[in-house]
DNA sequence: CGTTATCTTGACCGTCGTCAAACAGGGTGG
DNA sequence: CCACCCTGTTTGACGACGGTCAAGATAACG
C-alpha cells in the first residue's frame, strides 16, 4: 500500500546514516509489516517490567524513557524524535528495565517483533545497523549522565536544548533556528534533575544572558557559537558524521 | 597456548551468559589472538577523540570510563569487573567519545581490531551476544541517570555498593559478604556528581545507620534486604536472569 | 621511616529545593 | 463569544543538601 512506502522511510534513513545498507536492505525494511497507532501525549508505548511482544518506530511526534524511583521521582533518561527506532531494548531483552512515553501526540508504527528479529537474522547489514543504533545510543546515555552529574543548572538546560536542536538537524531543521521544544518544564526538569521551579529561573537567566530568545516554547539561538560554548556543548558524541563501515 | 586457553575463560562465560553459543563459538572466542597486557592503576586504555585499532577484554582488575566537561569536570559513567569487554564502543565507530582507564592494576588483553569483526561477521551468535551485552551496559547507564539526577547522597552511594556487590556475584563473590570496593572517595564522587569530602560524610552516616560496615575499603552489608531498601537497589535493571535467546 | 595520597572534621557558603500564591493561556462548554 | 477551568509558568521567602576551604589525622608505599 501507498502509506507503507513512506512511513518507514525515515527509519530507513535513520538506520542509513551509520551503516551500508544496500536496495535489498533498504526493500526489506520497508516491506515490514506494521501498524500504524495514533496517540495523544503522555501514552504509554512500554511499560517497566513488561514483556514486549512489538517494536515500535517512531513516525511522527516525539517520545521519550523515563525510570521513577520507589519514592515516585522520576527521571527522564531519552527523549526520541521521528524516525527513531524506540525498541530494540524491549526486542532482544525479556523485560523492559524503563518506561517509554509519547511526548507529543505522536504516530507509531508498531512492527511484530518477530518480523523485526527476522530481518535481523537474515540480513547482516541490517542487524550491524542497529547495533551502531544501540551503540550511539550508549553515547547519548553517557553524555547524559555527565550532564546531569557535571554540569550546573544554565550549562544542563543549554545542553539538552542544543543537544535537541542538532539532533533535529537530521529532520532539515537548521541549527540556531527558531524551533519548538516539545517539552514542559516540569519534563525538562525530570531529564536533568531539577525542580520545574528552578528550570523557570535557569530559563529565564539564559535569556537575560541573552543565550536563548523564547516565545511561548519557541527556542531560538541568537548566536548559535555562543550558545555552543556556554553549554561546553561538543556534538562528537553523537557521531553525526561517523564512516559507514 | 596454555595461557590463551584460560585468558579468555571469563569473557566467553561473560558472553554465553545472555546469549547461546555454540561449542564451535566458544571455541572461536577462545581462539581469537591477542596480547596481554599488564597495566598499573590510572593507566589510559582509550582515550576520547582517538580513533582505537584494537578491542580490549578486562581478564583482571577493574577499569572504568569516564567523561569531562570542558571545565575539567570528571564524571565516571560506568565501571568494569574482570571478564568483561571494554570496547565494543570503539570496535565499530570512529572516535571514541570517552575515556576508558584502569581503575585497579590490572590484565587486558588487547584483541586485533579486526578479529573481533570478523568473529561477529562469521558467528551470527557471537554478533548477536555482542548486541545484547551492548544492550545491558545501555540499561546501566539508564539506571546511572536515575542515581545521579534523583537521589539524594546517601542512596546514590548505597545503591552504586549494591550494583557492584550483585555485579561481583557473578565471579563467585556472595552478596552482602566483605568485598573491597576498588575506589578512592574521590571517584565514588566522580561517579554520582558528588565532592569526595561529602562522599566521605555519606559513608559515615551509612555506617551510623547501621546499613554498612568498613575496614578500610572493605565494604559489607550487615543486612542485604535493609541495604536493598535503604537504596532502593532493584536488580531488574541488570537483566542477569535474562533468557537465552 | 619519611613522603605522599587519602580520609576526616569543622566552619561557612551557595545552588537548588520547598512551599505557596499569583498569573498566563488555551481548551471546552454554555 | 465569553466564562470557566486546568495545566503550565512565574515570583518570592525561606530552608537544606551538598560544595568549598582549610587543617589535621590515617594510611599507603617506596
Known amino acids: 500500500m501507498a502509506i507503507a512506502e513512506h512511513t518507514l522511510d525515515l527509519l530507513v534513513r535513520r538506520l542509513g546514516l551509520h551503516a551500508r545498507l544496500t536496495a535489498e536492505d533498504r526493500a526489506a525494511l520497508l516491506a515490514l509489516p506494521f501498524v500504524l497507532r495514533t496517540t495523544g501525549p503522555s501514552a504509554y508505548l512500554v511499560r517497566e517490567g513488561q514483556p514486549s511482544e512489538s517494536c515500535a518506530v517512531l513516525v511522527a511526534g516525539f517520545a521519550y524513557r523515563q525510570k521513577l524511583t520507589e519514592q515516585g521521582a522520576r527521571q527522564i533518561v531519552g527523549i526520541h524524535i521521528p524516525g527513531e527506532p524506540l525498541d530494540f531494548q524491549n526486542l532482544f531483552l525479556d523485560v523492559a528495565d524503563h518506561d517509554l512515553l509519547t511526548l507529543t501526540k505522536a504516530q507509531v508504527a508498531i512492527i511484530p517483533r518477530e518480523a523485526v528479529r527476522a530481518i535481523a537474522r537474515e540480513r547482516p547489514n541490517v542487524a550491524h545497523a ?9 553515547s547519548i546515555f553517557r553524555e547524559w549522565i555527565l550532564n546531569v552529574g557535571r554540569r ?13 536542536a542538532i539532533r533535529m538537524d537530521v529532520l532539515g531543521v537548521k ?13 525538562i526538569g525530570d531529564c536533568l534533575g531539577l525542580t520545574p521551579v528552578h528550570v523557570s529561573r535557569t530559563l529565564r537567566a539564559l ?3 541573552g543565550l536563548i530568545t523564547r516565545v511561548r516554547r519557541q527556542i531560538s539561538f541568537p548566536s548559535w557559537p555562543v550558545m555552543r560554548r556556554a553549554a561546553s556543548f561538543d556534538a562528537g558524541y553523537l557521531h553525526l558524521s561517523e564512516q559507514r563501515s
Open 207 to 209: 535569556a537575560a544572558d
Open 175 to 187: 541549527t540556531g533556528a527558531p524551533y519548538d521544544f516539545p517539552m514542559t518544564q516540569e519534563q
Open 130 to 138: 542497529i547495533l551502531i543504533y544501540t551503540l550511539i545510543e550508549g
Open 152 to 164: 550546573d543548572a544554565k550549562a544542563s538546560v543549554a545542553h539538552l536544548l542544543c543537544e535537541f
